[in-house]
């Protein structure tokens, strides 16, 4: 087998940045506009790239939204394991998520109510299985909380719910507010804090 040379390699992590700038974009666009309100030309036209250049990233637009939805999982997969390994508390864990560099070393990739749209059943039962394990992470940790006191005793299911709600709407948060996106975590997090904390 040939050895890559570095230049080779340059490439390949060159196309890579291209291909996560794509990924971008078009989540970027689909949490403001919606997926079916958005078309791969306007994602082109995003990126002062022809539509024609997208199909050598991506196969369709169903193809475009499944790929980004891989890596809003990708992030959170990351998000969650760092959670576990920095927090000491239940509440700390769900803060440490929140925090996480995943999310906030650039604009959230995750979409909203998006999911269905997949049409391969096969990838959309996927993704709702992985979002389901996040999910259900999330009420372990309030789970957690409550048993070590750092959170008020209430319905871990329900709160879990509420606050993945309301961190999934950070992406839209981003795109009209004038806060940066360490400044809207910050304040999410204190928010949280001041709303599960004992009182």
Not at 1 to 8: E, I, P, S
Not at 42 to 57: G, H, P
Not at 129 to 134: E, H, Q, S, T, Y
Request: hydrophobic fraction near 40%.
């Amino acid at each position: 087998m040939a050895r890559n040379t570095a230049w080779q390699k340059a490439q390949q992590a060159q196309s890579e940045m291209k291909r996560l700038a794509v990924l971008q974009e078009a989540a970027n666009l689909f949490n403001q506009k919606g997926y079916h309100a958005t078309s791969l030309a306007d994602v082109a036209k995003c990126l002062n790239i022809t539509k024609t250049a997208l199909y050598y990233y991506v196969k369709s637009k169903n193809d475009l939204l499944y790929q980004c939805y891989l890596t809003s999982l990708e992030e959170i997969d990351t998000a969650r394991a760092d959670a576990n390994q920095k927090g000491h508390t239940g509440l700390d864990k769900i803060c440490q998520y929140v925090a996480s560099n995943s999310f906030t070393s650039h604009e959230p990739a995750a979409l909203l109510n998006e999911i269905d749209a997949i049409e391969d059943k096969k990838k959309r039962l996927e993704l709702h299985k992985r979002l389901d394990r996040a999910n259900t992470c999330i009420t372990e940790w309030v789970r957690e909380g409550i048993e070590d006191g750092s959170i008020e005793d209430c319905d871990p299911e329900l709160v879990a719910r509420y606050i993945m709600g309301a961190f999934n709407w950070i992406s839209r948060w981003i795109a009209s507010s004038k806060l940066s996106m360490a400044e809207i975590t910050d304040n999410f997090i204190q928010l949280t804090r001041k709303t599960l904390a004992p009182s």
